[in-house]
């Protein structure tokens, strides 16, 4: 049984945000994962490609969503903050990645305006795999571009 | 260029080239800047193993969740489509530390595999399904998931 504070919190939806894609970022990924595929590197390459040009590597645009320089960890998003401090309050103080989903329908590239939307969608209490109890809380983002279609649907959960 | 894989050529309980990965402390702090995730638990020794009891760092999920994203998209190639990933975290990773600037300490080496359990071909559109999965040294499953994959077709 989980409370009401945290009850209420399934189906909040956070301040979307925007996000800019510029080529320098969606390197760093592919550099810091070391996929060196030439459709995210090398230009004359991409543009022989059915793509026409640069695209970013699947899931580049981070967890739970890319947070704007100027803010740090847990503080940048409102959805993410106010579900941490809640959880906090029944008593969970730690936040694990447990997993992830991702549906694809279109490609992104450098110069796409990118708007990502997350929603609660669950949180549940169980027992854990050594006895006492965890949260399991769900978030789902879907990101959009600028002409309003979708690119990216993303389900991530965490064991608090 | 690289060869393209079509859908005729793959049949269902067929191993997926496999990918070899190390992950370093300096590598999760890269990753930690480039996909905007800092949290400490991936650099900061001591809140690692006092606050989040994890006995260390860990290796983000997300990092390697990337690897096997990088397997699939070598594997399918520029005509291919990744449509869809899912993966669960089963076991936490620990990175190696760096002996020199330059040159990680011994410590584990991770396999991305994959095996394909299904494929099939609606409106024109030709679907491959896998199960995916990340090995330590051990042959331990770390990491356990499933992706479905477009592929082109010949005819």
């Known amino acids: ?160 | 260029m690289k060869k393209q894989i079509y859908w005729e050529d793959i049949s269902v309980g067929q191993d997926i080239p496999s990918l070899t990965k190390v992950a370093t402390t300096l590598m999760l702090v890269k990753w930690a800047g480039a996909y905007g995730d800092y949290n400490p638990l991936h650099y900061d020794n001591d809140f690692a193993v006092n606050f989040m009891k994890t006995g260390g760092i860990i290796v983000h999920g997300t990092l390697k969740r990337q690897w096997l994203i990088q397997m699939l998209t070598d594997w399918v190639g520029d005509e291919g489509w990744l449509k869809r990933i899912q993966t669960s975290f089963k076991a936490m990773d620990y990175p190696r530390h760096m002996k020199t600037l330059v040159g990680p300490d011994d410590g584990d080496t991770w396999q991305c595999k994959g095996k394909v359990t299904g494929k099939s071909e609606t409106g024109g559109q030709h679907t491959v399904e896998c199960d995916i999965w990340l090995e330590n040294s051990k042959g331990e499953t770390t990491t356990a998931g499933t992706a479905t994959l477009m592929l082109p077709a010949r005819k």
């Open chain 1, 1 to 160: 049984m989980i409370s009401d504070e945290l009850k209420n919190l399934i189906g909040r939806k956070g301040k979307p945000m925007v996000y800019e894609v510029n080529r320098a970022d969606l390197l760093k990924i592919a550099d810091a994962a070391g996929d060196r595929n030439p459709v995210y590197w090398d230009d004359e390459y991409a543009t022989g490609t059915r793509y026409g040009g640069i695209i970013a590597p699947p899931d580049f645009f981070g967890w739970p969503v890319k947070w704007p320089p100027d803010q740090t960890f847990m503080n940048s998003n409102d959805l993410f903050m106010e579900m941490a401090i809640e959880i906090a309050k029944a008593g969970y103080y730690r936040a694990i990645n447990a997993g992830m989903e991702s549906e694809y329908f279109l490609p992104v590239r450098p110069g796409d305006t990118i708007i990502l939307s997350s929603e609660i969608v669950a949180i549940e209490e169980k027992e854990g795999k050594k006895g006492g109890k965890m949260l399991i809380s769900t978030v789902e983002t879907t990101i959009t571009n600028q002409n309003g279609d979708t690119v990216t649907k993303l389900r991530q959960s965490s064991i608090h």
